[in-house]
C-alpha cells in the first residue's frame, strides 16, 4: 500500500513537471537576451530531471517491456540534433537521470514562425550524455507529449488493477475460514 502512494506521488509529479517542461519547450526565447536563455536553461535541465526522476519512479509498476515512443515534435530542429535522436520514452529517462552532460540547444524560430520582433530561439534539444553513453538528441516536448498522452493514460489503469486485485485478495482473505482448533 506504501508502495502505491509512493507511485501515486510520483505519478502526480511527473505530470506536473510534464507540463512545465511543455510550456517550457513550446515557448520562444529572444534571440539577444542572454539573460533570458541562462534562465530558461536552468529551468528547462531543472524540470526535466524532476521530470525524469518521478515518471521513471512510476514506470516500475509497468512491465519493462511495455515501450513508449516519442513521436510528437514542436520544432523542427533536426540541422541541430546531435548525435543520436532518442526515440524510446524509457530510455531518454534514463539518459537524463544518468547524465553526466546535460545540455539544453537553442535554435532559430523557423522564419515566419517568430512572434518577438529581434527574433526568436526555440529548443528543440536536450543533449544528454552518460558514462557509457554517446551524446544524443531528445526531443523535450516529445518527452512531455508521450508521457501525457501515452504514459500518464497507462500508468492509471496500472494503479486502478492493482487496487483491484488488492481489494479481491482482502476480501477473499477475509472469507477464508478459520482452521479449527487443535
Not at 24 to 41: E, I
Not at 47 to 55: G, M, Y
Not at 146 to 174: C, D, I, M, N, W
Amino acid at each position: 500500500m506504501l508502495a502505491d502512494l509512493i507511485v501515486r506521488v510520483s505519478i502526480d509529479r511527473a505530470s506536473d513537471e510534464a507540463v512545465k517542461l511543455w510550456a517550457l519547450a513550446s515557448a520562444q526565447y529572444p534571440a539577444d537576451h542572454g539573460l533570458v536563455q541562462d534562465a530558461a536553461t536552468t529551468t528547462i535541465i531543472e524540470v526535466a530531471s524532476a521530470f525524469a526522476l518521478n515518471a521513471r519512479r512510476a514506470l516500475e509498476i509497468l512491465p519493462p517491456d511495455l515501450r513508449f515512443k516519442l513521436r510528437q515534435s514542436r520544432w523542427d530542429g533536426d540541422a541541430d540534433a546531435v548525435g543520436e535522436r532518442v526515440a524510446d520514452f524509457r530510455d531518454a529517462l534514463n539518459r537524463i537521470i544518468h547524465a553526466q552532460t546535460l545540455r539544453v540547444v537553442f535554435s532559430a524560430a523557423t522564419p515566419g514562425h517568430s512572434s518577438l520582433r529581434d527574433g526568436a530561439l526555440v529548443v528543440p534539444w536536450i543533449l544528454a550524455a552518460t558514462d557509457r553513453r554517446e551524446l544524443a538528441s531528445i526531443d523535450p516536448f516529445a518527452l512531455a507529449h508521450a508521457f501525457l498522452y501515452e504514459v500518464f493514460p497507462v500508468l492509471l489503469k496500472g494503479l486502478r488493477q492493482r487496487a483491484t486485485a488488492r481489494s479481491t485478495s482482502a476480501a477473499k482473505a477475509k472469507r477464508k475460514p478459520a482452521s479449527p482448533s487443535s
